[in-house]
């Protein structure tokens, strides 16, 4: 099994949910930092995976999409220099823990997520991929599961109808 994860869900629930008065010797909020290591740490104790890559977004300016719909997510403000500075950080701890960062400045967290899920296949694996973000189902396909870590709810490939009330496809 390989597992995909959708770094930006667990980061942002960190930096919502966690207080920014967790700071380090410099006076810099570290709370999306801290959460998002303690999910991995989790992850990592209960789930020992073999296959795990992190997904991460990059860029909004220079994303491919924007090219297609210059509007696309202009209704968001852009994240603010402690979230990027947390962002830039998490990406050095996926690394230091031995799994595969990926990030770009032309795609999405959810374009390496299809893309890999994609080659993954190609090789014989299924994938698990870990997130909320409920638009990714489409990406399963038999064998394959969308799990909400954070809900605790797994989805099977099969079941995503009596969920959704349509296939990913």
């Not at 380090?24 to 801290?34: F, G, I, S």
């Not at 990027?84 to 770009?104: D, H, P, V, W, Y």
């Amino acid at each position: 099994m390989t597992y995909l994860i959708d770094a930006s869900v667990y980061i942002f629930r960190a930096w919502f949910s966690i207080p920014d008065t967790m700071i380090d010797a410099d006076r810099n909020p570290v709370n999306a930092v801290y959460g998002f290591t303690r999910f991995l740490g989790d992850f990592l104790e209960s789930v020992r995976p073999e296959h795990v890559a992190v997904a991460f977004d990059s860029s909004l300016e220079n994303n491919f999409r924007k090219e297609i719909y210059p509007e696309y997510k202009a209704n968001r403000d852009p994240a603010p220099a402690e979230l990027k500075r947390q962002f830039r950080q998490c990406q050095n701890i996926t690394r230091a823990l031995g799994m595969m960062e990926c990030s770009n400045e032309r795609f999405e967290a959810d374009d390496l997520i299809g893309t890999i899920a994609a080659r993954m296949r190609e090789k014989g694996h299924a994938v698990t991929i870990l997130t909320r973000d409920k638009d990714l189902v489409q990406v399963l396909q038999q064998g394959d599961t969308f799990w909400d870590y954070a809900g605790g709810k797994k989805i099977r490939y099969e079941q995503v109808p009596d969920s959704f009330g349509i296939l990913p496809e």
